[in-house]
């Protein structure tokens, strides 16, 4: 292996949490700006010292294979792997993730590679005593944005103008998902309000994080949820009252088109013409639509049942079950005695049985007596007390005005190296 004419630049490219923060500010990325304007005179520029190769990884590639194919020799490069273990599995390192390695503009040999890892960057240099790894967190400041906007086709339409993430919209209908029904609930014009996290780094990444708290109209009526650690337990969603947004059961079993039959005490069966009573819901839906459970519990049966075709039915507690009815198959795993939980799927919609086109067939019932799901005022799991709910009322205040009153995008803190 060569060894490094000079390794000044290595020493010099982090010199501390000021420079590093006044790069952040500027905007420039953090190495090559530190090394540049910190380079003594006297010394050859950085990039003559040095080269970097961006190397993003492909489908099948492998940090052995990018190191060898950039004409590092197969033992040097299992020597680095070795060396970069106690910092990451490189098995880890997929397809989209992004390598820089150092070269000797020279002759092209690889003399140090950079990865970065979420907020540290791994360094690997060439030493006389072969590869030497360090770890340095990279500078971020962590702030707040406040996205909003108004349904006009769809939350996820309209989420994404906004400047939600994908996955910010599906984190935000996980949040609400006890709470409204995102199929029928929302009218156009409905709104909706998100604090968000995001974290921006010296290097120029932004990561988004976390929903802190948001508020969704549905049907006009303002639904609102804040994200709240209580002390000794794990972080999760509250209402205004510092109730928990989780309940024992979701609002809806499945996506919908529309409820085709309502629970009725009378109604005229569409195939035997005769009117009785009808003791279920019945959500029309394309065939092949995933259903869910409702809540978690117990598969108490899996299996064709007369009238009903392909069945599955759900013990959960205080004496509360459910079924759904003609599926035209069973989901994977679901059979009696499976443990589920709330979101799992079950089945996906079809017309087995007495059933004259696809749709789920839906009943609830507490103490073997059916009765109206959607007449339900499904109870709420637990509520902020004491210490922890004084803490709740300041946050919920704080998130509240912000979601109002609107606002620019907010510094929440600073952390530096």
């Not at 259903?291 to 959960?316: K, Q, S, T």
Request: glycine content about 10%; overall charge positive; some cysteine.
């Amino acid at each position: 292996m060569k060894p490094l004419r000079s390794c000044l630049e290595f020493g010099l490219r982090f010199v501390g949490a000021t420079l590093a923060m006044a790069v952040l500010l500027l905007g420039a990325p953090l190495l090559d700006t530190v090394s540049e304007r910190y380079e003594p005179a006297t010394a050859p520029p950085v990039q003559e010292l040095h080269a970097r190769v961006g190397v993003t990884l492909r489908r099948g590639d492998t940090l052995l294979s990018v190191l060898t194919h950039h004409g590092l020799e197969r033992s040097l490069a299992h020597t680095l792997i070795e060396r970069i273990a106690p910092f990451v599995n490189p098995r880890k390192l997929r397809s989209g993730d992004n390598i820089q390695l150092i070269v000797d503009p020279r002759d092209k040999s690889v003399q140090g590679m950079e990865v970065v890892l979420q907020d540290n960057l791994l360094r690997v240099k060439s030493t006389s005593e072969g590869w030497s790894a360090e770890r340095h967190e990279i500078p971020s400041v962590r702030e707040s944005a406040i996205k909003r906007g108004s349904i006009t086709d769809s939350l996820y339409e309209n989420g994404i103008k906004a400047g939600l993430t994908a996955q910010q919209i599906l984190d935000l209908a996980g949040v609400f998902e006890y709470e409204i029904d995102f199929f029928s609930d929302f009218q156009p014009g409905d709104a909706f309000a998100a604090v968000v996290e995001e974290t921006r780094y010296a290097d120029g990444r932004r990561t988004p994080g976390r929903i802190l708290a948001a508020e969704l109209e549905a049907n006009s009526k303002p639904v609102s949820a804040f994200y709240f650690v209580p002390r000794g337990q794990r972080g999760t969603y509250y209402d205004e009252q510092g109730h928990s947004l989780r309940r024992a059961f979701l609002r809806a079993p499945l996506s919908y088109a529309r409820i085709s039959s309502t629970f009725t005490g009378a109604r005229r069966h569409p195939i035997f013409r005769t009117v009785r009573p009808h003791r279920a819901i019945d959500y029309a839906a394309p065939t092949g639509t995933p259903v869910v459970a409702i809540g978690r519990g117990r598969v108490e049966f899996a299996g064709r049942r007369a009238g009903y075709g392909n069945l599955v039915e759900i013990r959960h507690s205080n004496d509360f079950s459910s079924r759904y009815g003609h599926f035209s198959r069973i989901g994977q795993g679901i059979r009696r005695g499976s443990q589920v939980d709330a979101g799992d799927v079950i089945g996906y919609v079809g017309q087995t049985g007495h059933a004259t086109g696809p749709h789920l067939h839906f009943e609830f019932l507490k103490r073997d007596q059916k009765i109206n799901f959607l007449g339900l005022d499904l109870p709420k799991i637990e509520r902020l007390n004491g210490a922890d709910f004084e803490r709740f009322v300041e946050f919920r205040n704080q998130q509240l005005a912000a979601l109002r009153n609107g606002g620019r995008d907010t510094a929440m803190g600073i952390r530096l190296e």
